[in-house]
């Protein structure tokens, strides 16, 4: 059975950092990419960052670029979203989420085991 937990996440004011992560349980880590989605009040679940399993290629939303890191721990079974310069935009519920073998994805139906998620509030 694959789990996946964040954590992380919490009330910060604008131009803070937050660094989310998320443990995965189940043999499915190594071997697939990560990614990490966000929804807020009212609005559809979208993407936001994504990793390949060998963390050697990474893919962001344009709304994020330059200011999220995704990184990922093969060895804790753990990846991670750095969280720099934080906008109340970025106000959401982040998810982590197992995705497809091997390669990125930015499609949501692309992932398959979803974690719970962790609250992000960003004050202006």
């Known amino acids: 059975q694959v789990q ?14 937050l660094r989310l992560s998320c443990a995965v349980t189940g043999n499915i880590f190594r071997n697939y990419a990560m990614g990490w989605f966000r929804q807020a009040p009212g609005k559809e679940r979208e993407f936001v960052a994504t990793i390949d399993w060998r963390a050697v290629q990474t893919e962001y939303a344009d709304s ?3 200011r999220f890191t995704i990184s990922r721990d093969n060895a804790k079974n753990t990846v ?6 934080l ?4 106000t959401a519920v982040y998810f982590c ?3 497809p073998p091997l390669r990125t994805s930015r499609i949501v139906d692309e992932y398959d085991n979803w974690g719970r998620g962790t609250q992000v509030t960003v004050s202006s």
């Open 97 to 99: 989420a197992t995705g």
């Open 80 to 85: 991670y979203l750095q969280m720099n310069n």
């Open 64 to 66: 994020v670029k330059g």
């Open 87 to 90: 906008k109340p935009e970025d």
């Open 4 to 17: 996946l937990v964040e954590s992380g996440g919490g009330l910060v004011q604008t131009g803070n950092t």
